[in-house]
């Protein structure tokens, strides 16, 4: 079955960096479009990222658009999301998906 596991995620202080990842497996992940969502406290799910199976194409909610950016390795079965310039409002539960399908999630906490 289609398993995803996110890693990455931690405390960082304001304009900090985390690059999170994210380990596929049970499904052929270089035929999959991948997304990564996230979760604030309190929030429902937003939208994030999302990339073509190849990579070639990747697309940006306009609140990372400049400072985030999704990439993917298929020879390793694996989703990243570099992440520069963090801010409090970042603050979240990141998950990578497939379809409706998540990981578990990394919490990303921004906070001085």
């Known amino acids: 079955q289609v398993q995803l596991v996110e890693s990455g995620g931690g405390l960082v202080q304001p304009g900090g960096s985390l690059k999170l990842s994210c380990a596929a497996s049970?499904?052929?992940?270089?035929?999959?479009?991948m997304t990564w969502v996230r979760q604030a406290p309190g929030k429902g799910l937003e939208w994030v990222s999302g990339?073509?199976?190849?990579?070639?194409?990747?697309n940006y909610a306009n609140s990372v658009k400049g400072r985030f950016t999704i990439s993917r390795d298929n020879a390793k079965n694996t989703l990243y999301l570099q992440m520069n310039d963090l801010k409090p409002e970042d603050t979240a539960v990141y998950y990578c998906a497939k379809s409706d399908i998540r990981g578990p999630g990394t919490q990303v906490t921004v906070s001085s």
């Open positions: 990339i073509s199976t190849g990579g070639s194409s990747t």
């Open positions: 049970g499904f052929t992940f270089s035929s999959s479009w």
